[in-house]
Every structure is written in C-alpha cells, then in structure tokens.
C-alpha cells in the first residue's frame, strides 16, 4: 500500500514539475458569473491545440456543479496555444437542486461550439473572450417554475463570456 502512494505521489511530482518548465497550464475565472462560481484550466497540447476543463459550483437559487470538458485548436499562421483566436468544442453535464421548499433535482448535459480570442499579456497573464452555440439536454423535462428558471439563468442557446488568468 505505502509503495502505491509513493509511486503516485511520484507520477503527479513529475507531471507538476513537468508543466512548470514551460507555459502548458492556464489556470483562469470567470467574473461574470454572479450566480456561480466558475474556474478553468486550460493546457497545452502542441503548438495550436489544447484541451481543458471548466468547473462550476452553483449557490444562491440553485445549488450544484457544472462540468465543461473541452478541446480547442488556435487558427491562423500567428496564433499558438494562449495566443489567438480558436475554435472550441466543449461539453457538459450539471447536476443542481433549487433552493426551494420542492427542492427539485434538475440535471442537464449537452455540447456547445464557440469561436474566441484570448491573449497573453506580459510573460504570464492571460485574457480570453469567447462566443458561441450552446445545446442542453434535461435528463427528465420538467416544466416547473424552478426548471424554467435554470434553463434562463445556465441554459440558454447563446454562449458569451470573458475569463482571465495566468498561465505557468
């Protein structure tokens, strides 16, 4: 038991000091997000590809998580991973209970594209403006009001958004 934990504990050393010697990782938030809250990293694949994941913890009306596996590839001659505009293919999957006396369970998945730009400032911040075409799916459909009212509030067709952060 305790050689597993050393050999885990010396896989996840290499792979932290490996993205430490070269800009792989972005870590970011979300700002506008004033009913959740949302963070994100990013890494890199090769010069124009890369893949992430964005993490949602929801409160106030609803409480719960979101999930967003994605993969994006940076266009065009000038753009490299962090520096660009790209392409994005995204998914996700959320599970939230309201915040009223039904307490209903709502749970959702779906696909979204977007085209964005983010760029790099200086050696390590980081600024990414997004847009795109957003599908949800309810796993059972409701037509309750609190259903209704997460389908507005995190559900919507049309995807918008900003992040910022810091790559390492």
Do not use: W
């Amino acid at each position: 038991m305790a050689m597993k934990k050393m050999l885990l504990i010396g896989i996840l050393g290499v792979l932290i000091l490996g993205t430490l010697q070269a800009q792989t990782t972005a870590v970011k938030i979300h700002p506008l997000h004033f009913f959740s809250c949302k963070f994100e990293v990013e890494h890199q694949i090769n010069s124009n590809i890369s893949v992430g994941v964005i993490g949602s913890g929801m409160f106030l009306a609803f409480e719960g998580y979101r999930i967003q596996p994605y993969a994006r590839l940076y266009l065009g001659a000038d753009s490299k991973v962090f520096d660009g505009f790209y392409a994005q293919g995204k998914f996700h999957y959320s599970r939230v209970v309201d915040n009223n006396a039904v307490r209903e369970l709502i749970k959702d998945y779906g696909f979204s594209t977007a085209f964005g730009y983010q760029h790099t400032f200086g050696k390590h911040f980081v600024i990414d403006l997004y847009s795109g075409y957003r599908f949800s799916k309810p796993f059972y459909y409701s037509t309750s009001e609190s259903s209704t009212m997460y389908r507005m509030m995190y559900s919507l067709p049309m995807e918008l958004g900003i992040s910022l952060g810091t790559t390492f």
